[in-house]
Nanobody, 123 residues
């Protein structure tokens, strides 16, 4: 049974930082592209960042470029999202997702999902 478990969310002031983690089990982690998505209240889920299986390719949404960094540790079966210079617009539930193919920005193309972790940025 595949499980993706996010952690690290919380309440932070604008300009602050958080680091999200997503621990995977039940799959050969190094075979999967990993991504972070987010969904704010009343909005559709959107792509935030993605990393290929071998870490050779990394992608970011324009809204987070230069502020967020995605990384993965295949030895620990974990993907991370370091978030700096947070803005109130970053407030959302953040989800990690896994796909046994190259990274895409389309949520429907991901097979496995975590339960999400809330990030709230106060102004």
């Amino acid at each position: 049974q595949v499980q993706l478990v996010e952690s690290g969310g919380g309440l932070v002031q604008a300009g602050g930082s958080l680091r999200l983690s997503c621990a995977a089990s039940g799959l050969t982690f190094s075979n999967y592209a990993m991504a972070w998505f987010r969904q704010a209240p009343g909005k559709e889920r959107e792509f935030v960042a993605g990393v290929s299986r071998s870490i050779s390719s990394i992608y970011y949404a324009d809204s987070v470029k230069g502020r967020f960094t995605i990384s993965r540790d295949n030895a620990k079966n974990t993907v991370y999202l370091s978030m700096n210079s947070l803005k109130p617009d970053d407030t959302a539930v953040y989800y990690c997702a896994a796909r046994w193919r190259p990274v895409t920005t389309t949520d429907l193309e991901y097979t496995y999902w975590g339960q999400g972790t809330q990030v709230t940025v106060s102004s």
